[in-house]
């Protein structure tokens, strides 16, 4: 009876050790390295123009999704210097000074004030008084031809015996020659010139670099300090919109800013950088026993430490494996390390500088 027992003893040893061998061949081929989330290559974001930077929209760190706002450069601010009906010229993004060359303004305002006299005192009653004139002063106008065509002015321009007069009432035919005087009734002794009236000139409005934007529409009334269209230094920009606005190329992170609020840039200039969401991958350091289960193409599993307790999981391949390996000096071994580089399938709620592990 003792016989039996042994064999049975001896068959469920060799079994155990069977099993024993099996487990530790099949763990043998199992990889676990830890691996950190990088960003491979980061972009610089420059500006195409020269300016002072008006705002900075981000911060070191911020996610930003391409087209985002980055910074905003500080436009040349183009004003009406009276009221009047704008003229404009060109497009968003033009060369003003093409515009200017083509057109001879990038905008034109036709006066408020439709007539101008040009004046001279020759004509002027022979009095000390009636020889000095005042810019500003309020004057009445007369036909001299019909006598009943009579009206206001103010005088705007004096050089010496001549002046202007900005016409303020009345209706006059261009060419018409008017008396100019200093009292509504008209006085022979309050005469202080005489001119012919004109239909008051445009005023040209020109610029230097890029148009960026026009605030006014075109044929519309404009009052004094109203801007009319605004620059940025620069050349052609074929048409683009939001000129003063640095964007970004890409979806990503921002890495480091160059710029701050209120700085001078020139065209070229390096704004800050970004590492794009494309660039994203883990970086991991294998030991050279592991080399052939962590090839190039191999699918592994990264375990990220402090999501979920380490229960968040997301698949990805190894992208590339450095040629040359290194020595860890914190190593109790010789063995050398080799940089393996792996993308993610999902990049979702990654964050670079992420401590992960890698299994295969």
């Known amino acids: 009876m003792k ?23 099949a763990g043998s081929s199992a990889v676990e390295v830890d691996g950190t989330v990088i960003n491979t290559s980061e972009t610089p974001v420059v500006t195409a123009y020269t300016g002072n930077i008006s705002q900075i929209a981000v911060r070191e ?21 009276e009221d009047g009906i704008v003229r404009l010229f060109g497009s968003v993004g033009d060369s003003a000074s093409m515009i200017t060359a083509h057109y001879g303004a990038v905008a034109y305002i036709e006066p408020a004030v439709a007539y101008t006299i040009s004046a001279s005192t020759r004509n002027a009653y022979d009095s000390r008084e009636t020889k000095i004139i005042h810019p500003g002063e309020k004057v009445y106008l007369r036909s001299t031809s019909t006598l009943t065509n009579v009206g206001t002015g103010t005088v705007t321009q004096v050089s010496g015996s001549s002046f202007t007069v900005d016409v303020l009432e009345g209706v006059f035919d261009s060419g018409e020659s008017i008396g100019i005087y ?3 009734a008209y006085s022979n002794t309050l005469r202080i010139g005489r001119g012919s009236i ?8 020109e610029g230097s670099g890029i148009i960026t934007a026009y605030r006014v529409a075109d044929g519309s009334e404009v009052k004094k300090g109203d801007i009319l269209f605004e620059t940025i230094e620069g050349e052609f920009a074929g048409y ?18 160059s710029v701050t609020a209120g700085a001078g840039v020139t065209a070229g200039d390096t ?14 350091a294998v030991n050279e026993e592991f080399l052939s289960a962590l090839s190039v193409g191999t699918a592994v599993r990264v375990h990220f430490t402090y999501i979920s307790g380490g229960e968040y999981i997301i698949g990805g ?6 040629a040359s390996g290194y020595t860890d000096e914190e190593s109790e071994t010789d063995e050398s390390f080799f940089k393996s580089v792996i993308k993610l399938d999902d990049i979702t709620d990654i964050s670079y500088g992420m401590t992960v592990t890698v299994t295969n």
């Open 271 to 284: 704004i800050c950088t970004l590492y794009p969401d494309e660039n994203m991958r883990v970086e991991a």
């Open 317 to 322: 391949i190894v992208e590339e494996v450095s």
């Open 198 to 205: 004109s239909l008051s000139s445009y005023t040209a409005y």
């Open 182 to 184: 200093r009292d509504e």
């Open 240 to 257: 683009q919109t939001d000129l003063t606005e640095i964007k970004a190329p890409a979806d990503g992170v921002i890495g480091s800013l």
């Open 61 to 81: 760190g911020s996610r930003v999704k391409k087209g985002d706002t980055i910074a905003t450069l500080t436009s040349t601010k183009v004003y009406a210097a």
């Open 3 to 25: 016989r039996p027992v042994k064999k049975v003893l001896s068959a469920l040893l060799a079994c155990l050790l069977c099993l024993t061998v099996s487990g530790a061949l």
